[in-house]
């Protein structure tokens, strides 16, 4: 197969998960920071400014285009990096060296913004920010998935066993909007490592201070009880003793706080579409990466809703 037919079939939709509008606009988006950076490679290598005209040399064997569309393929469905070697006609470690080159590019594209094009979001301060400008009322969420274990013997072993799915884990925090469009995903922590700690440690106790109201699940029921005005979790469940109005009245307060925060829930979903958010095979140095690249592409397709 030559590299013409492999980039006409794996760049349809069905192979990287974007549309080709979405495509060409991507690789528009990322040739000016992948020459810059290539660039700058070459002329550490070279240890001096490059004495030919820019084109001189011998070319690469897997064309920028190329590249884009084999680390989206690698990222929609994992797949290895030699079954894509033999589609393009190239040695297995050009492949590997394309993922390793665009898959940072792509991991600091950060959040599309509903409305806002050319609008991106990186940082939780940012989300915070728009959400207090424009009047939204983020939904807040924790989710795993299985990572390979660390070998054994090695210290901090037991930090990526999950309490819930006792299994090696790494957790995820998201955020979305009320009609489940992801706005960031980041605080990734080994599995261990409880959804709120995890939220803490990204500073969010003073951006509750000055922003707005979030809606999350009762794993965040100690936040709802230190900003009750900013944080909405689901009430407490009366003890066994309790009238019967008062379960009743607790059982419609959180069906009615479920079904405002459902929307979470699939946005999380919609990211596991996507093979390596469903089990991660992977190394776990590249899993945060991974899981950056995988949101910030679903959130480019959430905004246009």
Not at 18 to 38: D, F, K, N, T
């Amino acid at each position: 197969m030559t590299q013409y037919l492999a980039r006409a079939a794996l760049s349809h939709r069905i192979c990287t998960g974007i549309s080709r509008r979405r495509l060409g606009a991507l690789i528009v988006e990322l040739a000016g920071p992948w020459m810059a950076r290539e660039d700058s490679r070459l002329r550490e290598c070279r240890g001096r400014e490059r004495l030919r005209a820019e084109g001189g040399g011998p070319g690469h064997q897997l064309v920028f285009t190329d590249r884009v569309i084999a680390t989206l393929v690698v990222l929609r469905y994992q797949l290895p990096h030699a079954a894509l070697a033999v589609f393009y006609g190239v040695d297995r470690s050009t492949i590997t060296r394309a993922v390793h080159e665009i898959r940072p590019l792509l991991a600091r594209r950060g959040f599309a913004v509903p409305g806002e094009a050319g609008l991106r979001l990186h940082t939780l301060a940012d989300v915070f920010a728009y959400a207090d400008a424009k009047g939204v009322e983020i939904r807040l969420d924790g989710t795993e998935v299985r990572v390979r274990p660390p070998k054994a013997g090695l210290p901090g072993r037991r930090v990526f066993v999950s309490g819930k799915m006792r299994q090696n884990t790494k957790k995820a925090t998201v955020i979305t909007d009320e009609k489940g469009r992801t706005l960031w995903t980041g605080a990734i922590r080994p599995g261990r490592m409880h959804d709120q700690t995890a939220v803490n440690t990204e500073g969010i106790s003073n951006l509750f201070k000055q922003y707005p109201k979030v809606k999350a699940d009762a794993g965040y029921r100690g936040l709802a009880k230190r900003f009750p005005d900013q944080v909405q979790a689901p009430p407490k469940k009366p003890g066994k003793d309790a009238p019967a109005e008062d379960v009743k009245a607790w059982e419609e307060a959180r069906k009615r706080q479920s079904s405002e925060r459902i929307c979470v829930e699939h946005a999380n979903a919609e990211h596991k579409q996507w093979r390596p958010l469903q089990r991660y095979i992977g190394r776990r140095a590249y899993y945060d990466q991974t899981h950056l690249v995988i949101a910030g592409l679903v959130s480019d397709r959430t905004a246009e809703r």
